[in-house]
């Protein structure tokens, strides 16, 4: 064959594995999302809207959106619950706390009783019947005290949300989420908020996940055999048995150990999440800030810095496997290695399934109807910013839940830029 005939057969090899391999895993994850019959119990009515639009609770659209993530899920829940108890003393209609909140919602309470009772303390009356010139006194400085102080407050966040961090307190709500976690109740949270998203037909089921994993990691691992017997038809057998087997391993293991050191080197990516998170931020702010360019050229330089590692390591292996086929005297050597660069595309594919299965095995998967439910909560936010979310609770009397949805959507980063 020439080296024409040998290119054209391994870009076609690749692109038909590369295809199937790819329908088969998108049909396995179809139908491990398929919809089941379900309720609408998880969706509470929105505070901020007129109509009858309805929405995820904001604990749901964080622990779905990052898989599972109880630590996230618990700070969007204990950041929504604070405004809850806030709107409630405000006389505020609020949604009634689902199960898996209820434990955390008696802390939450607490909590602001307690700040409410510290804050108030100086200007709560003395009893009536033992001096009652000075409660009507203390009566009039509580009274200024709300209508002045209170609103002095709301005020100046209102006028410049950036005051937030002179009254919010992040270490505050991580104080108070450590009680949460130090009462035991974490792991009894991260299963009873993923039966009831399941039971709602939100999050697929344990047994669906395992299956799938299993069926894709199957997939995944049935490419590496076929690149070998497809290496060995392309080295043919006019070498012998032994030198087409060795001819046909070193191109199949340059092939995997390249996919696999470039799938390790682009993982490290993994490791930096902020990156990312920081750069959508930056187009949804629409905010020219110092931070976040440098944010986002310190991300794009990482990314071309990994590009190159890639390659160079690439190189480094396909140049050993040609070593090895020149030494033991396998003609076409050159033609073979580019061969095997075309089959690394393939072992590529097949690293990428291996991780999505591990991905689907260890964290939680949306349904079908969660995947839509998702997909119209991004679409209902998109147009919001965190700054004017967060005016919008500030000035409303009644709860909204859109600042603690614009947390759970882009993390506690939103609060970092806004600080």
């Known amino acids: 064959m020439t080296p024409d005939i040998l290119y054209l057969y391994s870009f076609g090899f690749s692109l038909a594995v590369i295809s199937l391999t790819s329908w088969a895993v998108a049909t396995i994850e179809a139908r491990m999302k398929r919809d089941e019959p379900s309720s609408s119990t998880s969706l509470i009515q929105t505070g901020s809207t007129a109509n009858s639009d309805f929405a995820l609770r904001p604990v749901e659209i964080g622990y779905m959106l990052r898989g599972g993530d109880t630590n996230h899920a618990v700070l969007v829940m204990g950041v929504d619950l604070l405004q809850r108890a806030a709107k409630l003393q405000l006389g505020a209609v609020i949604p009634e706390p689902a199960e898996y909140e209820?434990?955390?919602?008696?802390?939450?309470?607490?909590?602001?009783?307690?700040?409410?009772?510290?804050?108030?303390?100086?200007?709560?009356?003395?009893?009536?019947?033992?001096?009652?010139?000075?409660?009507?006194?203390k009566i009039y400085d509580l009274y200024q005290f709300i209508t002045k102080s209170l609103k002095l407050v709301v005020r100046d966040i209102i006028a410049d949300p950036r005051q937030l961090k002179r009254y919010f307190s992040m270490a505050g709500v991580m104080r108070l989420l450590a009680d949460f976690i130090s009462a035991g109740y974490q792991n009894a949270f991260a299963t009873s908020i993923r039966d009831y998203l399941v039971a709602n037909n939100l999050l697929v089921r344990e047994e669906r996940r395992t299956e799938a994993s299993a069926k894709i990691g199957l997939v995944a691992i049935?490419?590496?055999?076929?690149?070998?017997?497809?290496?060995?038809a392309i080295v043919g057998n006019s070498v012998g048995i032994p030198l087409m087997l060795f001819a046909a391993a070193v191109?199949?293991?340059?092939?995997?150990?390249?996919?696999?050191f470039i799938t390790a080197i682009f993982a490290v990516r993994e490791f930096l999440p902020y990156l990312t998170e920081f750069e959508t931020l930056a187009i949804v702010l629409n905010r020219d800030s110092w931070r976040l360019r440098v944010l986002q050229t310190a991300r794009k330089a990482m990314m071309v810095a990994l590009t190159l590692v890639a390659l160079g390591a690439s190189v480094i292996i396909f140049m050993g496997a040609y070593l090895w086929l020149t030494v033991f005297g396998i003609q076409n050597a050159n033609a073979l290695i580019l061969v095997s660069a075309f089959l690394a595309f393939p072992c590529l594919k097949a690293f990428l399934f291996l991780i999505r299965s591990w991905k689907i095995r260890r964290t939680q998967v949306a349904t079908k109807y969660g995947e839509r439910q998702l997909t119209q909560t991004r679409k209902r936010l998109s147009e919001?910013?965190?700054i004017t979310a967060l005016t919008e609770v500030l000035k409303e009397e009644d709860y909204n839940p859109i600042f603690s949805e614009l947390m759970a959507l882009y993390g506690i980063e939103a609060l970092v830029l806004l600080a």
């Open 102 to 137: 209820k434990k955390m919602w008696s802390l939450v309470k607490e909590t602001a009783k307690d700040w409410a009772m510290k804050k108030a303390d100086p200007y709560l009356p003395p009893d009536f019947k033992t001096n009652p010139v000075g409660f009507v006194k």
């Open 222 to 232: 049935s490419i590496f055999p076929a690149v070998f017997i497809f290496s060995l």
């Open 251 to 260: 191109m199949t293991g340059s092939a995997i150990i390249a996919s696999f």
């Open 384 to 386: 919001k910013r965190p």
